[in-house]
């Protein structure tokens, strides 16, 4: 039955969108089609709704976590946090796995972009309690990664991501392609 209530939620039409902006303090972004949105959901671990593969921990912040929403048992993606680091929003969500929750924050639900309930979530707080701003990635990465201390985005020092592009180049194509699309771009 989750796996069909999943798929419906991917699929559901923009006419049974809701509007979830009624109470919302959610800072805009000027991203195209973001609608601030306040709801309640039910933190949940993607992977574990789709295999059936469920940690007690939802993963310790390692997967990918979603909101399933209590007004319509809708499936949004928080694809992102609230800091404008190119930042997730697992280490945030992770605390409240399991757990129902209010999120505010920015909703992207968007036919031209073919997108559907991606959500910045922006803060997040227990039933009747205090907000926690979605801002906490940088500071968990920073202390899984002290070697990586120094100046510009915690993207072009993390050691997995540069361990990747010397295997598979920044294309993800292998070295041979990088080397030709570098050679007739640059």
Sequence with gaps: MKYFSFALALIASPVLAQDFSEGSTAKEWNLYAEQPALFEA???????????????????????????????????????????????????????????????????????????????????????????KTNQFTKVWAKENPEAKGKGPWFRRDPRIKEEIASEGYLGLGLEADTAFIKEWF
């Design 42 to 132: 039910k933190v949940v671990d993607l992977l574990c709704e789709l295999t059936g593969d469920c940690p007690t921990d939802c993963g310790a912040g390692k997967r990918q976590l979603g909101l399933l929403r209590s007004a319509d048992n809708v499936m949004v993606l928080p694809l992102k946090n609230g800091q404008a680091a190119f930042s997730g929003a697992a280490v945030d969500l992770a605390p409240y796995c399991g757990q129902t929750v209010e999120v505010d924050g920015l909703l992207i639900d968007d036919p031209d972009l073919n997108a559907k309930n991606i959500y910045m979530v922006q803060k997040v707080r227990v039933d009747g309690g205090e907000w926690s």
